[in-house]
């Protein structure tokens, strides 16, 4: 009884793993469209998965354990040897854009380089701390009045309200100055 639910457990897993296949698929049709190392990726992520799909089906149809058991460590051994390809493939492709942008005496720029990250992180985070202290303050006045607690939550949200809109607002603007930037190489 334990191989057939240990089948459909593995069958339920290779059926669920198709937001990782049919990608890979789909990298893998399209053929030189692709860098290599993607395509490599792609072949390893499907003999992954359809190492999973042979296990299922041996555990429906083989009694001994070491069948599906020796399936699994070659599918396995195969897999990591392809993703291991795959990112020797892709150092190879990221050092080659490198040298081919320095012969161009251009360097890129990737977009949002200038730390946006850490601007709207910071911006979130000044609102948030602002926030809690302004509620803070006012749970600490409304203890003494005894105010109602909606109107105590007023200045928080409207704090908040103002560190998202201006987070956004940032965003918006460094994803136009990145896109108007984009394309327009860097002289060195």
Same mark, same amino acid.
Request: with cysteine; charged share 20%; proline share 5%.
């Given at each position: 009884?334990?191989?057939?639910?240990?089948?459909?457990?593995?069958?339920?897993?290779?059926?669920?793993?198709?937001?990782?296949?049919?990608?890979?698929?789909?990298?893998?049709?399209?053929?030189?469209?692709?860098?290599?190392?993607? &395509?490599?990726?792609? #072949?390893?992520? =499907?003999?992954?998965?359809?190492? $999973?799909?042979?296990? !299922?089906?041996? /555990?429906? +149809? *083989?009694?001994?354990?070491?069948?599906?058991?020796?399936?699994?460590?070659?599918?396995?051994?195969?897999?990591?040897?392809?993703?291991?390809?795959?990112?020797?493939?892709?150092?190879?492709?990221?050092?080659?854009?490198?040298?081919?942008?320095?012969?161009?005496?251009?360097?890129?720029?990737?977009?949002?380089?200038?730390?946006? &990250?850490?601007?709207? #992180?910071?911006? =979130?985070?000044?609102?948030?701390? $602002?926030?809690?202290? !302004?509620?803070? /303050?006012? +749970? *600490?006045?409304?203890?003494?009045?005894?105010?109602?607690?909606?109107?105590?939550?007023?200045?928080?949200?409207?704090?908040?309200?103002?560190?998202?809109?201006?987070?956004?607002?940032?965003?918006?603007?460094?994803?136009?100055?990145?896109?108007?930037?984009?394309?327009?190489?860097?002289?060195?």
């Amino acid at each position: 009884m334990v191989q057939p639910v240990a089948a459909l457990g593995a069958a339920l897993a290779a059926v669920s793993g198709c937001v990782w296949y049919v990608p890979a698929l789909v990298d893998l049709r399209a053929g030189a469209d692709r860098p290599d190392s993607r &395509r490599t990726a792609a #072949a390893a992520c =499907l003999s992954g998965w359809s190492t $999973t799909g042979v296990i !299922a089906l041996l /555990l429906l +149809l *083989v009694e001994a354990w070491w069948v599906p058991v020796a399936a699994a460590v070659t599918g396995a051994a195969v897999t990591a040897v392809l993703h291991g390809r795959a990112r020797v493939q892709r150092r190879r492709e990221t050092r080659q854009a490198a040298r081919d942008w320095a012969r161009l005496g251009a360097a890129p720029r990737p977009i949002g380089a200038d730390g946006g &990250r850490r601007v709207v #992180a910071v911006l =979130l985070a000044c609102g948030l701390l $602002t926030a809690a202290t !302004a509620a803070a /303050l006012e +749970l *600490v006045v409304a203890g003494e009045r005894g105010a109602d607690p909606p109107a105590v939550a007023v200045a928080p949200t409207g704090i908040v309200a103002l560190s998202l809109a201006l987070a956004v607002t940032y965003t918006g603007l460094a994803r136009r100055r990145a896109r108007a930037d984009h394309g327009r190489p860097t002289r060195s």
